[in-house]
């Protein structure tokens, strides 16, 4: 999997420090959006050309990581209570 630091950049001058793609200006939320609303991976790269593949594909892998984590930590929590 391709390093966060190639992937998202979070800058105060771009965008109010909303993380971005790498070398654009495009929020890594559109993605997530686009994908939470059932439009395909392909249909967010036609409409940001800017962002290549890579970066999208590695975008999704690390927030799929994240809501594992957030899962587990949820069911141990629940768990302990």
């Known amino acids: 999997m ?3 630091s190639r992937v998202v950049h979070s ?3 771009i965008l109010g420090g909303t993380p ?5 200006r495009v ?5 997530l959006d686009y994908l939470e ?3 395909s991976l392909d ?3 036609d409409h940001f050309p800017s962002v290549s593949r890579e970066q999208a594909m590695s975008t999704t892998g690390y927030a799929y990581a994240a809501l594992e ?6 069911t ?3 768990n302990s209570a």
């Open 27 to 31: 929020p890594i939320k559109t993605l």
């Open 43 to 45: 249909e967010f790269l």
């Open 37 to 39: 609303a059932g439009d």
């Open 20 to 24: 971005v793609f790498v070398n654009t």
């Open 76 to 78: 141990a929590y629940a």
């Open 2 to 4: 391709t390093s966060t």
């Open 69 to 74: 984590l957030a899962k587990e930590m949820l």
């Open 11 to 13: 800058d105060p001058d």
